[in-house]
């Protein structure tokens, strides 16, 4: 049997492709959580093998290479169509962690498709899609809540500069800006600012578009805790 073999690395809003998702958009473990579980069902009608990792942000690091303060099992499990399976995360050695803002890391999953049948003596391409969505380490006990984060968003211009400065303890994501003229926060407006989300580390100020230099306010799109965009004003 011949074949070619093609690892194919998405992020979660391409995921949809696959027969083997995940039931989340992101994962949260709290410090003071034994395990935390993730739900992954097999959409398909076939048996899939599927390997699953964490990683530190090296998306190009192969598992054996990794080195994180958790524990995934099982790495390997074949899911037949239409089942469902957890995957169990187990913190290690996380006194070596911040103990006042998120941590961030990455679960990666990656979904293999079995053997076409009546292709043993064929070649074919066979293609293997991963999925990697957000582990946040998250210590209990920080000040505000993670819904509040948002109102510890600011702009910091600089001259020609502008950064978004994040004062919380928390990551957060913006995925959607647009220069504010007033009205009702949810009504939908047309031109994104961002060419790609702005995903801010906690007591930090990350760059933004020179689209955003201007004087006015901008209301911004960021997710939440389930995947869901809220709005805020900057």
Not at 20 to 43: C, E, G, H, M, W
Not at 104 to 128: C, H, M, R, S, T
Request: with cysteine; glycine share 8%; hydrophobic share 40%.
């Amino acid at each position: 049997m011949k074949y070619i073999f093609v690892l194919m690395g998405l992020l979660f809003s391409m995921a949809s492709q696959a027969s083997v998702i995940v039931n989340a958009t992101l994962v949260v473990y709290p410090s003071d959580a034994k395990f935390v579980n993730v739900q992954l069902v097999n959409r398909g009608t076939t048996t899939h093998l599927v390997q699953s990792w964490i990683d530190d942000g090296n998306v190009s690091d192969t598992p054996e290479k990794i080195k994180v303060p958790f524990v995934l099992t099982p790495p390997v499990v074949k899911m037949k169509g239409g089942e469902g399976q957890s995957v169990k995360i187990v913190g290690k050695n996380l006194d070596s962690l911040p103990n006042n803002r998120e941590s961030v890391f990455w679960l990666n999953i990656v979904d293999i498709p079995p053997q076409p049948e009546g292709k043993a003596n064929e070649n074919y391409l066979q293609v293997a899609i991963r999925t990697r969505i957000k582990l946040f380490y998250r210590p209990v006990g920080l000040s505000d809540s993670v819904n509040e984060a948002v109102k510890h968003l600011s702009l910091q211009r600089n001259g020609g500069a502008t950064c978004v400065k994040n004062d919380s303890p928390y990551y957060l994501t913006i995925v959607n800006a647009v220069t504010w003229h007033g009205g009702d926060l949810k009504k939908k407006v047309q031109g994104n600012l961002l060419d790609e989300a702005l995903f801010i580390a906690p007591y930090s100020c990350l760059a933004v578009p020179a689209s955003m230099n201007g004087s006015g306010q901008y209301r911004i799109s960021y997710l939440d805790d389930f995947g869901a965009q809220r709005f805020a004003l900057l």
